[in-house]
């Protein structure tokens, strides 16, 4: 069964360092999508991307975020300045059309100390 | 996007079918109803999708009624591993996929 790959599974960094989280969406999805969740809260929409470019974002994603697809096949999200926040489990998810069936990734944790 | 409501939490034990309803009052005419299922540290994982009467796939059933302003998962005799988080997900096909707070369901032994 294909699948959304996450790399790594865990980060930690100091804050006010920046971080690149990876993904690798399934390889016909048009749609990709950065969610995060805070240990014990809902999982939240940060930004969505279709045709090379923002299709959505939420008031979580700042001029602190970006997203990039560098190649036909990675999706990274960056965080230019990590904050003590920001700490939470990222997932990236893709899909062949809307809100059909996202697959979701197995999430980065990421630690900022 | 319609606003879900369910249950923030449920018990049942193994064996035993779960049903776990939400409320969509304000569901519009091309909403769509999915529910996602998310075990812990885990990504949430699409469980199934519906738009009325009743769809039925491996893991689960959806009832949804006439009017469409509810629905209902069923899971069948459930085992400890179906403890999770379920979303109830209301939306267009174009929309973006916002979670609620889902039902936290605890299968007992």
């Known amino acids: 069964e294909p699948e959304v790959t996450q790399t790594p599974s865990h980060q930690v960094t100091q804050m006010g360092q920046e971080v690149i989280l990876r993904c690798v969406p399934i390889?016909?999805?048009?749609?990709f999508y950065w969610y995060r969740q805070i240990l014990g809260q809902k999982v939240e929409f940060l930004v969505s991307f279709y045709n090379n470019e923002i299709s959505e974002k939420s008031e979580i994603f700042d001029d602190q975020f970006s997203v990039e697809r560098p190649d036909g096949s990675n999706f990274t999200l960056k965080i230019r300045s990590t904050k003590l926040e920001d700490s939470a489990m990222y997932f990236c998810?893709?899909?062949?059309?809307?809100?059909?069936?996202?697959?979701f990734g197995q999430g980065t944790r990421l630690t900022v100390v | 996007l319609a606003k879900t409501t369910q249950p923030i939490s449920m018990d049942s034990y193994e064996g035993q079918e779960v049903n776990i309803t939400c409320s969509h009052n304000n569901i519009a005419t091309n909403d769509y109803i999915t529910w996602y299922q998310q075990f812990p540290s885990q990504g949430p994982r699409f469980i199934i999708q519906?738009?009325?009467t009743k769809v039925t796939n491996e893991v689960a059933s959806l009832f949804i009624p006439a009017d469409r302003k509810s629905s209902t998962l069923s899971l069948p005799r459930v085992s400890l591993s179906d403890t999770a988080v379920y979303y109830c997900?209301?939306?267009?096909?174009?929309?973006?996929?916002?979670f609620g707070k889902g039902t936290r369901l605890h299968i007992l032994p």
């Open positions: 997900l209301v939306g267009d096909r174009d929309d973006k996929i916002i």
């Open positions: 519906g738009y009325k």
């Open positions: 390889s016909n999805h048009l749609y």
């Open positions: 998810a893709s899909s062949d059309g809307g809100e059909v069936e996202a697959f």
